[in-house]
């Protein structure tokens, strides 16, 4: 059966983009059939994270008024063939989703595809809420700062009234997926604990993907990082809430970084 | 940081963890607790599982907003010999 997921976050620049390319790779490298769509129409990067920017033709925008049908518009990913683009329009015209069209092209993928993965935008207005409507599942992808965790409160409030599922009256689940953790802050103490992230907005943790050079590099060459760097943290946090994603329980371990363990050791500057 | 703290300076993290607890608590009463179904339907299955074998999967709570009246619809299979369900409205 296929799962509609949606990354989304409220707050811009936490990672939702770099999460769905990571995560969507990890589901296809082992066998999945994966589709991730960019629904940030008018600033699409889904394609430049995953190296497609090249091959894009046509996007959601055309396959939903009709200009092209989705096999047009899908992209195979070079490196690993069960993982699919489709990407967003860079038209400015907010106006080019609609609501009817977006069912539609998602039950078509539904028929596809073992994952569809929606790349929300940024914000809690329409595009965030297109994005969002037809999701069976949502990953919040929060950084563990007060910002970040106030917006993560408000997307949740609206998974859980303005979705299909919410107005049916079923259960939305929600899962944490905490991005850019830096283990030196934590050690210091400025940074939000994960029990605290967790306890304030009471939903259940998929991973820990920590702050690394490891994503900068993937992106620079246009690659996921479970794919460019396998070896990583970062892309191993990644393939680890792939897992849990399909239903493995697997332990949640809380990243520590070398530097900082040395740190600790031999004694740091009071910053 | 020892020095730090011998000095009386806090740690940043917990007065975050504390603005935040109170500033969401105050929020999502601001925004009509748009999540109340869903922290209905937790507190009601949590009481009802105390007594009864239900499916999780298979339980729909339901809101119906009006201007003086709204309506609590709870709809869930109850495990057992026979399987009979029950329908709750309030
Ligand atoms: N774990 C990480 N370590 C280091 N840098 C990261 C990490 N995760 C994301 N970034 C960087 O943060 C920036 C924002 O990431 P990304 O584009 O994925 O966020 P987004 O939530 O999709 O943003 P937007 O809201 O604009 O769509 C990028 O430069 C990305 O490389
Ligand atoms: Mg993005």
Redesign the pocket.
């Known amino acids: 059966m296929s799962q509609v997921v949606v990354v989304t976050?409220g707050k811009?620049?936490?990672?939702?983009?770099?999460?769905t390319a990571a995560i969507g790779a990890a589901l296809a490298q082992s066998g999945q059939n994966v589709v991730v769509v960019d629904f940030?129409v008018g600033?699409r990067?889904l394609d430049l994270i995953l190296g497609a920017e090249r091959r894009v033709v046509y996007d959601l925008v055309n396959v939903i008024q009709g200009h092209a049908n989705l096999s047009q518009a899908l992209i195979r990913d070079k490196r690993c063939e069960t993982l699919y683009l489709l990407p967003a329009s860079q038209t400015r015209d907010k106006d080019a989703l609609t609501e009817e069209g977006v069912f539609r092209v998602i039950e078509e993928l539904r028929q596809r595809f073992d994952w569809v993965i929606c790349?929300s935008?940024?914000g809690i207005e329409r595009g965030a809420q297109l994005a969002m409507r037809h999701a069976d599942l949502a990953i919040i992808?929060t950084n563990p700062e007060v910002s970040s965790v106030r917006d993560s409160d408000r997307i949740i409030g609206l998974l859980d009234s303005k979705t299909v599922k919410a107005e049916r009256g079923e259960w939305m689940e929600k899962l944490l997926l905490l991005?850019?953790y830096d283990s030196a802050r934590a050690q210091r103490g400025d940074m939000l604990k994960t029990e605290d992230v967790l306890e304030i907005l009471s939903i259940p943790l998929l991973g820990i993907?920590?702050?690394?050079q490891d994503?900068?590099r993937a992106?620079n060459v246009g690659a996921p990082v479970t794919l460019n760097n396998p070896a990583s943290a970062?892309a191993k946090a990644y393939m680890d809430a792939a897992r849990r994603l399909r239903g493995e329980s697997l332990d949640v371990t809380i990243p520590r970084d070398k530097k900082s363990l040395m740190g600790m050791l031999f004694g740091r500057k009071a910053a | 940081m020892k020095l730090l703290k011998f000095l009386g300076v806090r740690d940043s993290a917990p007065v975050a963890r504390e603005r935040l607890q109170i500033l969401l608590a105050h929020e999502r009463s601001l925004v009509g607790r748009s999540d109340l179904v869903a922290i209905l339907r937790e507190e009601i299955l949590q009481v009802i599982a105390k007594h009864c074998a239900i499916d999780r999967d298979n339980v729909r709570v339901k809101m119906a907003k009006g201007d003086t009246l709204s309506t609590l619809e709870v709809d869930l299979e109850i495990r057992a010999p026979g399987g009979a369900g029950i329908a709750l409205a309030s």
């Open positions: 976050s811009g620049g936490v990672g939702k983009t770099t999460s940030d600033l990067n790349d935008p940024a992808v991005t850019r993907i920590p702050e690394s994503v900068l992106s970062p």
